[in-house]
T-cell receptor, first 114, second 113 residues
Framework: KAGVTQTPRYLIKTRGQQVTLSCSPI?????VSWYQQTPGQGLQFLFE???????NKGNFPGRFSGRQFSNSRSEMNVSTLELGDSALYLC?????????????FGQGTRLTVV | DAKTTQPPSMDCAEGRAANLPCNHS???????VYWYRQIHSQGPQYIIH???NNETNEMASLIITEDRKSSTLILPHATLRDTAVYYC??????????????FGGGTRLMVKP
């Protein structure tokens, strides 16, 4: 069974640009959540989507947004990129997103902002 | 979510059991204990989770104390490929709690030959 797929794997963008990252969850999973990982802050929760609705949101500025499609695929968008947005962006999918169902992570997209 | 405390690093000899402790003294009755690990620059890998009973799967065993204030992840026969950062996380139950995982600093396990 295919795992969580994130595209692209690597990305280099210029400060001020915007970027869109994609996540395809495991088949049958309806919850997709996004995380940012940096050396200084560790792994931080960005937001979660379930059945096309944002269910939870972390403490990030409005430049970070996301959406989920009817096939559960999700995208996250970062506008007006800053150097500090350089990070590994991870998505995780879960069948229902409840506490007794495990979440599985993709390999991440490494974003470098120059 | 309850806060967790883990030692920042541990060593283990290859072939021996690795016992990784986690303190979650403020855990509530409806919070699950989850363990994930992350091998350098890869996505975190799910290992195991439990509520109050001990759990075992093909990767590891999870021992939760009776008062649920602490737990231990056991890798029965550690290999070099088990070298990773191990995260202990507690998750709130409930339909609206969602899939939000709060990661701490984790324990960096080094398995040595």
């Amino acid at each position: 069974k295919a795992g969580v797929t994130q595209t692209p794997r690597y990305l280099i963008k210029t400060r001020g640009q915007q970027v869109t990252l994609s996540c395809s969850p495991i088949s049958g999973h309806r919850s997709v959540s996004w995380y940012q990982q940096t050396p200084g802050q560790g792994l931080q929760f960005l937001f979660e989507y379930f059945s096309e609705t944002q269910r939870n949101k972390g403490n990030f500025p409005g430049r970070f947004s996301g959406r989920q499609f009817s096939n559960s695929r999700s995208e996250m968008n970062v506008s007006t990129l800053e150097l500090g947005d350089s990070a590994l962006y991870l998505c995780a999918s879960s069948r229902t997103g409840t506490a007794n169902t495990e979440a599985f992570f993709g390999q991440g997209t490494r974003l470098t902002v120059v | 979510d309850a806060k967790t405390t883990q030692p920042p690093s541990m060593d283990c000899a290859e072939g021996r059991a690795a016992n990784l402790p986690c303190n979650h003294s403020t855990i509530s009755g409806n919070e699950y204990v989850y363990w994930y690990r992350q091998i350098h620059s890869q996505g975190p890998q799910y290992i195991i989770h439990g509520l109050k009973n001990n759990e075992t799967n093909e990767m590891a065993s999870l021992i939760i104390t009776e008062d649920r204030k602490s737990s231990t992840l056991i890798l029965p026969h550690a290999t070099l490929r088990d070298t990773a950062v191990y995260y202990c996380i507690v998750r709130v139950a409930g339909d609206n709690a969602g899939n939000m995982l709060t990661f701490g600093g984790g324990t960096r396990l080094m398995v040595k030959p």
